[in-house]
């Protein structure tokens, strides 16, 4: 149980799995539970595999309920955006790209339903392409080149060219790479998180980290979308961001990442006992953050650091009397005002 590879954030969801039995059920009421203050970006490189993988499960519960599922790729022609990637990508976000040739298939009748959940990608030479999934169980190659080829802008490029040959489209390339039944929605959930657990060995396009849509201060990209209703009743692993002492200020992705670890975030957790079912679950409590890395955390508790990861670490008694002093350093980040607690002798 110890050594789940969780945020602490997921702290609060987690919690059901965590229980019935073990030391911690039966053990004190309240416990201090420390871990590192993780920055949850996609671009992560700590954080980029565990929500990879939290969401490749999440995907395979939604994919297993679809009839079949079709992988398809799209890509921009780089010859059409010489001022570089960064345009390409600006152009297909702006005009919903993605979204808009899923409406299109769907006004065709080739899709079973209105589903889909697509990632980003770029290419070496930092032009952006997706990796989408719809439900269906064939795409006329010509249905899918010609709605692709709606992004083609006469104002920009002239008269939109005939149809593409072979695998072209006008406006770049598609290709679906297979169909699949619904049993190998598996299949299907790695095909679309493969990229998204592991960053790519020479790293992210610069002008992705730094992005800041329309010239200033905006959305960041974001490596995942999904159809509005995609998750169904899916429960989202989010927490509210107050609760996990998030902070809401605008950053770029390499502000957000570079600030990855470098505090720590305290909660407090309780064993909650769920009267119908009599079944023990744990509740945490977001506490506040110390200026303290993890391991250096961990040092000053007298516990062997380790690096990385999401590991959560349960306080002992005296460790606890650490934290609680840790808290109310003046050189603290923050700490929420429910800090009623017993105060470090
Ligand atoms: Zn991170």
């Known amino acids: 149980m110890q050594g789940r590879e969780l945020s602490p954030f997921e702290a609060r969801a987690s919690t059901r799995a965590e229980q019935s039995e073990g030391p911690r059920a039966q053990g004190a009421a309240r416990r201090l539970v420390v871990g590192p203050h993780r920055c949850k970006s996609r671009f992560c490189p700590h954080c980029a595999m565990p929500l990879g993988l939290q969401l490749r499960e999440r995907l395979r519960r939604v994919l297993r309920t679809f009839k079949s599922v079709m992988m398809l790729t799209l890509t921009v022609d780089p010859a059409l955006f010489p001022e570089g990637p960064q345009a390409a990508f600006d152009f297909c976000r702006e005009r919903r790209s993605v979204a808009l040739l899923v409406q299109g298939l769907k006004r065709r009748g080739v899709l079973l339903s209105g589903r889909w959940a697509s990632i980003v990608e770029w290419q070496q030479n930092g032009y952006p392409h997706w990796h989408l999934i719809v439900e269906a169980d064939y795409v006329p190659f010509a249905a899918l080149a010609s709605e692709w080829g709606k992004n083609w802008d006469e104002s920009r490029w002239g008269p939109r060219p005939a149809a593409g040959i072979g695998q072209r489209a006008v406006f770049g390339s598609v290709r ?95 064993d909650v006992v769920d009267t119908e079912t009599g079944e023990v679950a744990e509740e945490a409590r977001y506490l506040g953050r110390v200026h303290k890395t993890y391991p250096e955390l961990l040092n000053a508790l007298g516990e062997s650091a380790r690096v990385g990861g999401f590991r959560r670490h349960y306080c002992t008694p005296a460790q606890e009397r650490v934290v609680w002093g840790l808290l109310y350093a003046p050189d603290r980040v923050e700490s929420q005002h429910d800090l009623d607690q017993p105060r470090a002798p």
């Open 176 to 270: 679906f790479t297979k169909t699949f039944d619904a049993e190998s929605s598996e299949y299907a959930a790695n095909y679309i998180t493969k990229y998204i657990t592991k960053p790519p060995k020479a790293g992210y396009p610069a002008w992705v980290l730094d992005y800041a849509a329309s010239g200033g201060r905006g959305r960041r990209i974001r490596r995942f979308s999904t159809a509005r209703g995609f998750w169904g009743g899916e429960p989202s692993p989010r927490i509210n961001e107050e609760a996990t002492g998030e902070t809401r200020e605008w950053c770029t992705i390499r502000e957000r990442v570079a600030r990855c670890g470098i505090t720590s975030v305290v909660f407090r957790v309780e």
